[in-house]
């Protein structure tokens, strides 16, 4: 967790309820910092939601593909629109990442389990852009109802 984050007091994640209509609404996540090892959590987070319905753009310069999609190398390489941007790294890496989300259109901004950064969400919240942190996409996604891909 983001030492600088311990200072920020006026943060909410959305409600399940727009959390529910983010996910119901979304058809293509960039999982940034997916894994091509199984036993990690990225991947196996992103397996899921490729079961799920959902298409998955792995963006990880050090493979070229994962789980049978190319892999980018940043966000600003991916040739088609992304409606989450999902973020599997340090909460002190995460504020590039999110400025190039917020510089291709991103719909909504995910950090996972454990990753919080006062940094990024005044970022996204400025861009007026949903941001949910430290939240699991998956455990989400159950908990809200997964209908094979209908949240």
Same mark, same amino acid.
């Given at each position: =967790?983001?030492?600088?984050?311990? #200072? ?6 959305? +409600? ?7 996910? %119901?609404?979304?058809? +293509?996540?960039? @999982? ?20 799920? %319905?959902? #298409?998955?753009?792995? @963006?990880?310069?050090? #493979? ?7 892999? !980018? ?7 088609? /629109? ?12 995460? /504020?590039?990442?999110?400025? #190039?989300?917020?510089?291709? %259109?991103?719909?909504?901004? !995910? ?21 949910? =942190? ?8 159950? $908990?809200?109802?997964? $209908?094979? %891909?209908? @949240?």
């Amino acid at each position: =967790m983001s030492e600088n984050f311990k #200072e920020l007091t006026d943060w909410n994640n959305p +409600t399940d309820s727009a959390i529910r209509e983010i996910l %119901g609404r979304s058809k +293509t996540i960039a @999982v940034v910092g997916l894994s091509a090892k199984e036993d990690r959590a990225s991947h196996q987070v992103a397996k899921y939601l490729i079961e799920n %319905g959902f #298409e998955i753009i792995p @963006v990880n310069p050090m #493979e070229s593909s994962i789980l049978g999609q190319k892999s !980018w190398p940043d966000l600003a390489s991916i040739d088609r /629109p992304i409606d989450i941007v999902d973020i599997f790294r340090k909460s002190e890496a995460t /504020p590039p990442i999110v400025t #190039e989300a917020i510089g291709i %259109g991103v719909g909504t901004i !995910w950090l996972q389990e454990g990753i919080l950064s006062e940094e990024s969400f005044r970022m996204a919240t400025k861009a007026e852009i949903p941001i949910i =942190m430290d939240r699991c996409i998956l455990k989400e996604h159950i $908990k809200l109802g997964n $209908k094979n %891909g209908n @949240v």
